[in-house]
């Protein structure tokens, strides 16, 4: 701010001046000294009237202005509810599948083996095609892009990944997997493991696992043995008759015959036995005293097949008459 003074004050000093002139004039007359103090009441009320215009006419500190900043334009910040700032979407598959892991977007379940069964014997070197066959049992679309990924085990394809459908797959429906592959060239027993891998590079798995496909390579199977029925051998027993009488101390005579259609004559293996005595030999004939009683006599013969088979007579033994 700029202060504008006024000029009443130099005025004032130009009519004292003018006054005491006038007065230095004059003679000592009493009307001069009635002049004289007539002048100096003029000269005490002007120079009173300077004092008050000079007072009311000098700035004061007062009238120094001040800067007052203007209010600033920043909001205060109150308190409340932190607003929730929505995350910004990437771009990924429908379903975000952890690399590795079995998801519900997609996974495979296990129909059934179409070519090559487990232990499939296979020659050295041969080339042969698996086949597999997989329903979808997620909820995605299998569609061109999806592969079968070599996963570990013996590597026999050409390659370890094979786009394997031209067709979307769509969920609850099957697919058949096939891969050419060529037997290793030493014998042996080999495996190999595969996985599937989606559209946008996640692998998933086939029952949570892999599938695989396992051959024996020029490994020569023992052949099994056609066995033909096996008849059972005949026995006769020729002596004694059955509910022959003898007396203690007669020696007994047991002879048999036994056939059998695939070992021939069984004769000599005739086992004997008495319920009494027991064991009484082995043998075509043999002799032997049997002691008082009833006895049951049995011959047995078996085949080399194990075909079994008894024939019985009863023996009665008493005591001599008196």
């Not at 979407?89 to 599948?97: A, G």
């Not at 519900?104 to 698996?130: E, L, M, N, R, Y």
């Not at 096996?230 to 003898?246: G, H, K, L, Q, Y």
Request: proline share 7%; charged share 15%.
């Amino acid at each position: 701010m700029k202060i504008t003074r006024k000029t009443t004050l130099p005025a004032l000093l130009i009519s004292i001046l003018l006054i005491l002139s006038l007065s230095a004039c004059g003679g000592g007359s009493e009307n001069e000294q009635d002049e004289n103090l007539a002048v100096t009441q003029v000269v005490e009320t002007a120079m009173a009237a300077i004092t008050q215009t000079a007072a009311a006419q000098s700035p004061t500190p007062n009238n120094t202005p001040t800067f007052t900043p203007a209010p600033s334009s920043t909001p205060t910040a109150t308190s409340g509810p932190t607003p929730t700032v929505p995350a910004i979407p990437t771009q990924t598959s429908v379903f975000q599948q952890p690399s590795s892991e079995t998801s519900t977007c997609d996974i495979g379940g296990f129909i059934s083996d179409v070519t090559i069964p487990d232990g499939t014997q296979i020659a050295i070197g041969s080339t042969f095609t698996k086949t597999w066959k997989i329903e979808n049992i997620g909820t995605c679309t299998w569609n061109k892009n999806y592969q079968i990924v070599f996963n570990g085990g013996t590597q026999m394809a050409d390659d370890v990944a094979y786009r394997f459908t031209d067709e979307d797959i769509e969920p609850g429906e099957t697919v058949e997997v096939s891969i050419d592959m060529t037997a290793p060239g030493t014998a042996g027993t080999y495996t190999s493991y595969w996985v599937f891998k989606n559209d946008v590079g996640q692998i998933f798995y086939v029952d949570g696992g892999s599938i695989y496909v396992e051959i024996a390579v020029g490994i020569t199977p023992t052949p099994t043995a056609t066995l033909q029925p096996n008849d059972p051998p005949t026995i006769v027993i020729n002596t004694p008759a059955d509910e022959a009488i003898f007396t203690t101390g007669d020696t007994i005579t047991f002879s048999g015959t036994a056939e059998d259609p695939e070992d021939g004559d069984l004769s000599n293996s005739i086992e004997w036995r008495s319920d009494i005595d027991g064991l009484l030999g082995t043998a075509a004939s043999l002799n032997f005293e049997l002691s008082e009683g009833e006895h049951t006599i049995t011959a047995t013969v078996k085949d080399t097949r194990g075909a079994t088979v008894k024939a019985t007579i009863t023996v009665y033994v008493e005591a001599p008459s008196p």
